[in-house]
């Protein structure tokens, strides 16, 4: 098909279609013939014109009828049209062409630059349409695109108005919120998204801060813990941009709030750091984290002027039960020995494993002695308990030794030192007892 504009003319004069050829010889259109009404608008459902020539005066379907049901049809509703007449001038005629949907009236005999003059005004106006029909199409597709794109984001979008309502959600935006679009649409970005710092406390959405940052043209970049509104908590990683680049003087049109759950990186930072602080048998604190806490312990007791106890265990003839019963009923017993410490115990005090079938245990109190006494009877009442370790009754007891900061001595190291002295001469004394380092 021709790339040209197509130009129909319709007359049911064999010479008056000549003539026409004549008169656009030359000009880069399409001109395409039609003898009557009926065979123009055949022609006219099959492909585009950009301009109809249209006779008034034929047979069967006139020019005004021709219009008239040009008008009617989508397809040709647009297309403008000139009549071609040489009947009266009178001014209902030409009023009766207006409303039928003539874009202009010319009388026979035409006068050819005349016409060519019109028609490449129209064909111009043609261009020009189609320029801006194909410049839609692309910015439609662009946008159908990018749309496609920010629905398949795994990430949360939401498009903030400069006020702070959303005016756009994304699929993943819904599901992470746990809330239907026109619920999320329209409401205020305090309202859906229901923040909690670390300690469980609700946070305010700094709001206005971002609107203002934003406004700036900074982005703003945080780490919260969201809840669902079914109750699910979620760690999520937020990002915030304005809607459009900005420069001096322009204010954007409003803020782009990306979030996305990183709970999964969450949970394996946690576990990588439990890992490192944690003993891998049970569960315990280990040794290089004790001696961390334990010198955050004494200051927490300087500075609130009370003391500390620190008791340090070692089991009863454990290498007897691993020689005889094996490493792993061995290792039941140490986590078994482990539980025991922690029932023994409050949960702010500080139970670790040092290694072996050695443990420590922290007391911070402003009566150490009274507090270590007391911790140290439940623990040795609960030892007394008979064990039964896969189908094998064992008797686990323990000996503690108790070390007393500051009476004791002020440096970590050495008030671990006094607790294991202590340890031994507990052991000296018959096993199963406590006694407190004596020098």
């Not at 910015?139 to 496609?148: A, I, K, P, S, T």
Request: aromatic letters at 6%; a negative charge.
């Amino acid at each position: 098909m021709s790339q040209q504009p197509a130009i129909l003319v319709v007359d049911d004069q064999s010479s008056n279609l000549v003539a026409m050829e004549a008169i656009f010889d030359g000009e880069p259109i399409d001109l395409v013939k039609a003898s009557s009404g009926q065979e123009a608008l055949k022609l006219l459902l099959q492909r585009d014109f950009a301009l109809v020539l249209l006779d008034v005066q034929m047979p069967d379907l006139d020019g005004f009828e021709v219009a008239e049901i040009m008008r009617s049809n989508a397809r040709t509703e647009n297309v403008p049209i000139i009549f071609l007449t040489a009947i009266s001038k009178d001014q209902r005629y030409i009023f009766r062409g207006y409303e039928s949907g003539a874009v202009d009236y010319l009388f026979k005999p035409i006068e050819p630059e005349i016409l060519r003059s019109k028609v490449r005004v129209f064909l111009e106006l043609d261009r020009k349409t189609r320029n801006l029909r194909d410049s839609l199409r692309l910015l439609q597709q662009e946008r159908d695109h990018n749309q496609m794109l920010l629905r398949s984001l795994g990430e949360g979008l939401l498009g903030i108005t400069q006020s702070g309502n959303v005016f756009y959600a994304n699929p993943s935006a819904e599901q992470m919120l746990g809330r239907p679009l026109n619920e999320i649409i329209g409401s205020r970005l305090n309202d859906i998204f229901l923040l909690f710092d670390e300690t469980g406390e609700q946070t305010e959405w700094a709001l206005t801060e971002l609107l203002n940052a934003c406004g700036r043209g900074e982005s703003l970049q945080r780490d919260d813990l969201f809840l669902r509104r079914d109750g699910d908590e979620v760690a999520v990683e937020i990002t915030a941009n304005p809607l459009q680049p900005t420069g001096p003087g322009i204010t954007p049109h409003g803020v782009v709030v990306v979030f996305r759950d990183v709970s999964s990186r969450r949970h394996r930072e946690k576990a990588l750091v439990q890992k490192s602080q944690l003993d891998s048998l049970t569960g315990l604190y280990n040794r290089a984290e004790f001696e961390l806490l334990l010198r955050a312990r004494i200051a927490d007791a300087n500075r609130n002027q009370t003391s500390v106890a620190v008791l340090y265990l070692d089991l009863d003839r454990f290498k007897t039960i691993n020689d005889t019963c094996g490493h792993h009923v061995g290792d039941l017993v140490l986590k078994t020995a482990a539980t025991r410490l922690k029932e023994g115990t409050r949960d702010s005090d500080l139970v670790a494993r040092l290694g072996g079938d050695e443990f420590v245990i922290v007391l911070a109190s402003s009566e150490p002695r009274r507090a270590a006494s007391l911790v140290s009877g439940k623990i040795l009442q609960s030892f007394a308990r008979v064990s039964d370790i896969e189908g094998t009754k064992i008797q686990i007891s323990t000996s503690i030794g108790i070390s007393i900061y500051p009476d004791d001595s002020t440096n970590p190291d050495e008030l671990l030192k006094c607790a294991d002295k202590a340890m031994y001469q507990a052991k000296a004394s018959g096993r199963s007892n406590y006694r407190y380092y004596r020098g």
